[in-house]
């Protein structure tokens, strides 16, 4: 026998051992490979969380912001000067949304989380979210849960109209509802068909206190007591939204002036919101929004003092009079805008927004007055490819005031002569930014 029959024999044996022996082992699958799934159920963008029955979508937005102010500001009462103002600013801001829907045999089960970030020079602009005037600043920009009809967490107000559908300004500031912004809040929304809804919500007062004003300065907030209580009825259809709403402040300041005592009253604001659609011109709209409020200068947007870079007057809930007693002041705002498509990538917006504050009559000696804030502007905005804009924005802010100096006269009393002050400023800017 040769060495090459043995070698074949031999391998040959070895083949049938380890096919005999492969027969006696126990056979397995491989795990299944679970790919991720579309959810078409929610609208575009929607995936199943592996393994549950959870639908997630993740969004966001990278952008650059560069704005050019004028800051031609002057203001005779105070002294400033616009060489104080920066003038150039620059800033980076993204954002990152995480939502997750699950159809429940009680309704809608949701989850929202918007985490903000900005990095940058804002020159102390207002515009600049976070306001970072150096450095990065990283927030929650909305937290909350919904569930049926049920709204808890860190969300929009719910007196909120303009800010909530429109408020597409890239820069400008503006008065109305949107100035009272994100609230921790536990609001329901009920729903009656043909477009209509009801919400109540009782929303967080921090942010929205301005106190009170008096000759020694501002009196200390008490400890809340009571939250704002906020109600409003929409119609929602196809040819736009109407909205009325309306809130209640608490005014609750310590004591801690001479002259002064502790006390506690309530402010009101109320408020109605339009837009339509425009179907004479492709992507056409207006909207519109009003406001006035008693005690409540945050839901005008008044108190917000941010129409001009020398500083708007305070805007205060209420002054202690010279009778020795809290009266409230009032406010009112309007703002609208107009917006249609040029081209299918090319929109234009116009907008404009007025907003007065009106002190009581009688307040005490060096108490500010009153006084007239004012922006209108408009911009361009254009897709070059989908999710990627580049846009243009110009508009002009002031504030009027009437600022109260303190005159004696023979009697002893006193009373003020009204010192006009005025700041205004031209801003122009632009944004380049990717949606994802």
Known sequence: MTMKSLLLGAAAGIAVIGAAQAADLPMTKAEPVEYVKVCSEFGPGFFYIPGTDSCLKISGNIRADYTFNTADSHNRAAGTSSRATSQSSFQGRTQLGFDVRTQTDYGLLRSFLLIDAATGNSGAQNWQIGHPIGGSYVYIDKAYIQFGGLTAGYAESFYAFYDNYYGDTFFAPYMGSGMVGTKQLLAYTAQFGGGFSATLSVEDPAGERNGVNTEGGQLTNAGAKTPNIIANVLYDASWGKFQVMGALHQID??????????????????????????????????????????????????????????????AYDADFTLGGRIKTATSYSVTGEAGFNITPQLTAMLFGSIGHYNAPSDVAVGQDGDFTSYVVGGQLNYEIVKGFQIGAEVYYAGTNAHNGTPVFVTDGSTSSELVKDKTNSLVAGLRVKRTF
């Open 253 to 314: 300041v310590l004591g801690d002036l001479e002259g002064t005592h502790s006390s506690s009253k309530w402010g009101f604001a109320v408020g109605s919101g339009l837009s339509v659609n425009l179907p004479v011109v492709p992507g056409a709209y207006i909207a519109l929004e009003a406001n006035y409020a008693d005690g409540a200068s945050s839901f005008t947007g008044v108190a917000a003092n941010q129409f001009s870079p020398a500083g708007a007057p305070n």
